[in-house]
């Protein structure tokens, strides 16, 4: 059975400091991989996708980036934190070729002070 | 663009009460409609889904019809439990090619009561 892990649960950082979040997914091969964010009371917003490694799609314009070194892990980062960037952060993959159903990781609680 | 629209929430149920949670589309196409439940501190997980007019997803009691005439595809269950507590999150993706977002709404929170 397929299982995806994110780490770390819960993360404070300071405002300026660096970001580096993980997602890996395990019992499938070349998923599709999703970073989301949910911030209080607006829902859930796709922030980029991935079809295969080193291909990264972003859907809106951020203080964010993403990667994707192997397959099975897609990591969100940044250089310097806002703010504005707390929230939390789901990831989610589906089969490749298959968008329609995503499937979500337990997520990333981050608070920026 | 494509949206969501959820009941606002947060909606207080008594065990064993029946329940509706409302969830209109609007949408170019003929996406394929999800129910996603977030229990308290967890991610997503999947609840139900339709990929086609008229079809009904179910599971775990819960049901949800897709209707293409009104562009909705309301949550309903008989009698809901203590351990349904959680917000509850329609949603909509195009099947063809495009773009990969699944679209949200903005989630209705849901509390049993014993």
């Known amino acids: 059975s397929q299982t995806i892990h994110q780490w770390p649960a819960t993360l404070v950082q300071p405002v300026g400091s660096p970001l580096s979040l993980e997602c890996t997914v395990e019992?499938?091969?070349?998923?599709?991989l999703y970073w989301y964010r949910q911030a209080a009371g607006r829902g859930l917003q796709l922030l980029f996708y991935s079809v295969g490694i080193g291909q990264i799609s972003s859907e809106v314009p951020q203080n964010l980036s993403a990667s994707r070194p192997q397959d099975r892990q897609f990591i969100l980062s940044s250089k310097k934190l806002l703010l504005s960037d707390s929230g939390f952060y789901l990831c989610?993959?589906?089969?490749?070729?298959?968008?329609?159903?995503?499937?979500f990781g337990p997520g990333t609680r981050l608070l920026v002070l | 663009g494509d949206s969501v629209t959820q009941m606002e929430g947060p909606v207080t149920l008594s065990e064993e009460a029946f329940l509706t949670i409302n969830c209109t589309y609007t949408a170019t196409g003929y996406p394929s409609l999800f129910w996603y439940v977030q229990y308290p501190g967890e991610g997503l997980q999947l609840l139900l889904k339709?990929?086609?007019?008229?079809d009904k997803g179910s599971n775990k009691g819960f049901e949800a019809t897709y209707r293409k005439e009104t562009t909705s595809f309301h949550l309903e269950k008989g009698s809901v439990q203590v351990s349904d507590s959680a917000v509850y999150f329609c949603?909509?993706?195009?099947?063809?090619?495009?773009?990969?977002?699944?679209?949200f709404g903005k989630g209705t929170k849901l509390s049993v009561i014993p």
């Open positions: 949603a909509l993706v195009y099947s063809g090619a495009g773009s990969y977002q699944l679209t």
């Open positions: 989610a993959w589906s089969r490749a070729g298959k968008k329609e159903t995503q499937y």
């Open positions: 019992g499938t091969s070349n998923p599709n």
């Open positions: 339709a990929t086609k007019a008229d």
